[in-house]
């Protein structure tokens, strides 16, 4: 029994473990922009201060401006390398919308039908599977390491649903917050260790006050 119990505690201690914090982007100076607000960059330097996430090695980034600058500046504050990659990039909702009434109703039907995509877009299923392929590329080459992702809200959603199989809600998108962190650890699989919060922030704001009306 003795010999059996030593044998488990060398499998476990041999176990590959990684930590990955899963940042949201800081606020927009709004809809639609890749600005950050001068809020944004406030919540983006207390985020990396908080001590929420430590000992961060190296930082992934999708490509857009916005998480670009945020992704900069928690570097800078981790002492991190930052690299930019398209497959974390946000869901690509195909050719450009105008119109807040049209687009409202596409994206109501994509909550409604995560298989469901705008012409020459991704639908959220396809988006989800791409970001959770990217994130296993990223774990295979940081092993037993501590690295975060800086990504847009709703690709954090989509993220937690798929470690989680929650089911897509809009209301989870409209009330995650910006410069927010989860927490997830990845061994044989992934596990949540802390959902997405912001209320280290002085100045918390959440997806939907940026909204227009008509996404809301």
Same mark, same amino acid.
């Given at each position: 029994?003795?010999? #059996?119990?030593?044998?488990?505690?060398?499998?476990?201690?041999? &176990?590959?473990?990684?930590?990955? #914090?899963?940042?949201?982007?800081?606020?927009?100076?709004?809809? $639609?922009?890749?600005?950050?607000?001068?809020?944004? &960059?406030?919540?983006?330097?207390?985020?990396?201060?908080?001590?929420?996430?430590?000992?961060?090695?190296?930082?992934?980034?999708?490509?857009?401006? %916005?998480?670009? /600058?945020?992704?900069?500046?928690?570097?800078?504050?981790? &002492?991190? /390398? +930052?690299?930019?990659?398209?497959?974390?990039?946000?869901?690509?909702?195909?050719?450009?919308?105008? @119109?807040?009434?049209?687009?409202?109703? /596409?994206?109501? /039907?994509? *909550?409604?039908?995560?298989?469901?995509?705008?012409?020459?877009?991704?639908?959220?299923?396809? !988006?989800?599977?791409?970001? $959770?392929?990217?994130?296993?590329?990223?774990? !295979?080459?940081?092993?037993?390491? +501590?690295?975060?992702?800086?990504?847009?809200?709703?690709?954090?959603?989509?993220?937690?649903? %798929? +470690?989680?199989?929650?089911?897509?809600?809009?209301?989870?998108?409209?009330?995650?917050?910006?410069?927010?962190?989860?927490? #997830?650890?990845?061994?044989?699989? *992934?596990?949540?260790?802390?959902?997405?919060? @912001?209320? #280290?922030?002085?100045?918390?704001?959440?997806?939907?006050? @940026?909204?227009?009306? &008509?996404? %809301?």
């Amino acid at each position: 029994m003795f010999e #059996y119990v030593q044998e488990r505690e060398v499998a476990k201690r041999l &176990e590959s473990r990684t930590l990955v #914090y899963v940042i949201t982007t800081g606020e927009s100076d709004g809809f $639609g922009s890749q600005n950050l607000s001068d809020r944004g &960059e406030n919540q983006i330097i207390e985020m990396a201060r908080s001590r929420v996430a430590t000992g961060v090695r190296i930082l992934y980034s999708a490509t857009n401006k %916005l998480a670009a /600058k945020s992704a900069d500046m928690l570097g800078n504050e981790f &002492e991190s /390398k +930052v690299k930019k990659i398209d497959c974390l990039d946000s869901v690509n909702f195909g050719n450009d919308f105008d @119109n807040l009434d049209l687009l409202a109703d /596409k994206l109501k /039907k994509m *909550w409604q039908d995560e298989n469901y995509a705008i012409e020459n877009g991704e639908s959220f299923s396809e !988006a989800r599977e791409r970001f $959770g392929t990217c994130m296993g590329g990223i774990i !295979a080459k940081h092993q037993d390491d +501590v690295l975060a992702v800086v990504v847009d809200p709703l690709m954090a959603i989509l993220f937690h649903a %798929l +470690v989680t199989a929650a089911p897509l809600d809009i209301e989870d998108w409209h009330s995650i917050g910006n410069a927010a962190c989860a927490t #997830y650890e990845y061994s044989r699989g *992934w596990n949540v260790v802390m959902p997405s919060d @912001n209320s #280290y922030l002085s100045d918390p704001t959440f997806v939907k006050d @940026n909204l227009p009306d &008509e996404l %809301l």
